[in-house]
């Protein structure tokens, strides 16, 4: 028989949070492909925010050259300890314009899908919750637009708009706005007859109060995994905007911007132009999605039992 005296709340403690430690905490013990994927995408993102952070600081100490200067070194030197990326046919160092590029893409990617969400995620709620005509309406309005191509209707607005970090910003998020709407809305009609709803309803609750206290976090579980997925192709979106010379200003250094001017020395065997962007790029995007479809799997609890199953 085991005394009082000799019982150690400590143990109790150790007990208790063991058993309530939540999922996304106990996933380093036995992780499945899913969440070392996950893993590898979040390293890759925090790798190029650090670089967008620290690129100008790095400036700063003089280990990276203004990537705004040009005619400043030899034109067309390949990759050397002077020049790690080589540089370009106007003379700028590639290495400098691709770090730089990170940043810029950062900017206007995350304002693009932050705009989106903003305008998605409220006019989401409201739809499903009050319906009516003004479902019908926004209904309509979302599904026309989200019926056209992305890259289509932001290379239309960026025409409007003209360039820039905030005008790129707006003319990629209006294609992501349906789909915060779309998501949001199906999760409220969903939710909003929920026996919570109904009582805090009867209990005289404003509309404004039941939209932000009650359904707003049981609706945006899907949010965070569509602002990686919108991310990363916002990153492809912009690109094309520079190629097409519709995305920033020229002195800006920007992905797309520098492909199209490689292009042209591509078939002289001037390939370190391309490669080096391009290949940047492409380890954005592979990071953030990553990072998306990971998260996905904490969203989904139906794709949380398979890959257990499978496990």
Do not use: C
């Not at 979040?42 to 200067?69: H, R, S, Y």
């Amino acid at each position: 028989m085991v005394s009082v005296s000799s019982f150690d709340p400590g143990d109790r403690f150790m007990a208790i949070t063991k058993r309530q430690l939540p999922t996304f905490l106990q996933f380093g013990k036995s992780p499945n492909l899913s969440q070392k994927l996950m893993l590898i995408g979040l390293a890759i993102t925090l790798f190029f925010i650090f670089l967008a952070f620290f690129a100008p600081v790095l400036q700063a100490w003089g280990w990276l050259q203004n990537p705004k200067d040009f005619l400043s070194n030899p034109i067309h030197e390949p990759p050397s300890a002077k020049h790690w990326f080589g540089t370009s046919r106007l003379g700028y160092d590639v290495f400098s314009r691709t770090l730089f590029g990170a940043q810029a893409a950062l900017q206007v990617v995350i304002l693009a899908t932050a705009l989106s969400m903003i305008i998605g995620v409220p006019l989401g709620m409201l739809s499903g919750y009050l319906g009516g005509k003004l479902d019908k309406v926004l209904l309509f309005i979302m599904d026309s637009i989200y019926t056209l191509p992305g890259l289509l209707l932001s290379v239309t607005l960026a025409f409007v708009v003209g360039r820039g970090i905030l005008n790129a910003a707006i003319a990629i998020s209006i294609a992501y706005i349906p789909q915060y709407y779309r998501v949001v809305r199906n999760h409220t009609v969903s939710v909003k007859t929920e026996v919570f709803i109904e009582a805090a309803q009867a209990m005289g609750a404003s509309t404004w109060v039941v939209l932000s206290r009650y359904l707003f976090f049981n609706v945006i579980q899907s949010v965070p995994v569509l602002f990686t997925l919108n991310a990363a192709d916002a990153i492809l979106v912009l690109g094309g905007l520079g190629f097409l010379g519709l995305g920033l200003p020229e002195e800006v250094a920007e992905w797309g911007h520098d492909l199209k001017q490689a292009l042209e020395a591509l078939p002289t065997g001037i390939w370190w132009t391309t490669l080096f962007p391009g290949l940047t790029m492409t380890f954005m995007v592979v990071g953030l999605s990553l990072l998306g479809e990971g998260l996905n799997e904490f969203v989904n609890p139906r794709l949380r039992r398979e890959n257990r199953i499978r496990q």
